[in-house]
């Protein structure tokens, strides 16, 4: 994705991934963007703020509610020369339109105006996980912490009929306060509408990739290999390498093996096989238990071989005294 990398400050390094499908080899028709100042009904912008092939977001200000919003938009030449950025950026609103949770990122608004349709979400500060992972491996439990969030977020969109249909690094943001979101619905389905394109091929559920059937255990899969690549740090296998059941690598030897056996579930490539988001959460949730009961086992035994130390001491004190 072009970016430019000066004007960039927290903000934009997570919300680039609204926009993040490449940019094909026409350019954004530069006379047709807003620019600074520019009003797009109520909301004046403030800045680009990343740009790529599914629309450019500025940071704008509303003017009514004194609050800075993420507009991402998709600018009048490009709309008028691609209906279907037009018809994704209306399936991105329509989906988002029924989601009000706490760990998907919040659509504000939808419009169109003289510079083409926006849609008009909340500003998130942080980071996407993706820039976290370039920095190495979670802690075991900062990653099952995140993969609960997410898998939160999953059951409500999926009991609204919605599937995510790309959920990858990227589209993931962390909070200062470690608040996790799920962002970009641009691939998303809803109950009733086709599914168009979709996913990113290395976290593509195998029905995805060969254009099978699709139902909510397509987002499962890809949470899962979410949570491979927190835990160890390495990206998934690309597709071609997984014509056999994914590989957990270098799990066992770190992990509950409970873990191990949510994971395989998780992916395995038949999706009947698969948990839905809320068996996979509550397997998360049974994780979460086991680390913070085996955390606490371990502080006892320190606690006690400490004290058993002590108690040694003085009683090899006491002893010499006697001689």
């Known amino acids: ?78 709309a008028e020369a691609d209906p279907a950025r037009v018809e994704a950026l209306h399936r991105e609103a329509e989906a988002m339109a029924s989601l009000h949770h706490t760990n998907i990122v919040t659509l504000y608004d939808y419009a169109t105006s003289s510079s083409g349709p926006y849609l008009v979400l909340e500003l998130l500060g942080g980071e996407p996980l993706s820039a976290r992972l370039s920095r190495g491996p979670l802690a075991l439990g900062e990653a099952v912490r995140i993969a609960s969030d997410v898998a939160r977020a999953l059951v409500h969109s999926h009991e609204r009929g919605v599937l995510h249909r790309d959920l990858k690094p990227g589209n993931v943001s962390l909070g200062p306060r470690g608040e996790v979101k799920v962002l970009d619905f641009s691939f998303a389905s809803t109950r009733g509408r086709a599914r168009t394109g979709g996913g990113t091929p290395g976290y593509m559920a195998p029905e995805q990739l060969e254009g099978r059937p699709e139902d909510a255990r397509t987002d499962v899969y890809a949470l899962g290999l979410l949570l491979v ?64 009961a085996r955390r606490w086992t371990r502080r006892i035994a320190q606690r006690f071989a400490r004290t058993a130390s002590r108690a040694g001491g003085a009683l090899a004190a006491g002893a010499a005294a006697s001689l």
């Open 229 to 292: 690549h927190m835990i160890t740090g390495e990206p998934p296998l690309p597709p071609e390498r997984r014509g056999e059941p994914a590989r957990i690598p270098q799990l066992e030897a770190r992990t509950l093996p409970f873990l191990v056996l949510l994971l395989e579930s998780a992916l395995a490539r038949d999706p009947a096989h698969r948990p839905d988001a809320a068996e996979f959460l509550l397997g998360l949730e049974e994780v979460a238990r086991r680390l913070k």
């Open 1 to 78: 994705m072009e970016q430019r990398a000066e004007r960039f400050v927290t903000i934009s390094d997570l919300v680039y991934a609204l926009v993040q499908a490449p940019v094909d080899g026409n350019e954004w028709i530069e006379a047709n963007l807003p620019r600074p100042g520019d009003h797009l009904g109520r909301f004046e912008i403030v800045r680009e703020i990343g740009r790529g092939g599914h629309g450019v977001v500025f940071e704008a200000r509303d003017l009514a509610l004194g609050r800075l919003v993420a507009l991402k938009s998709v600018p009048r030449g490009r």
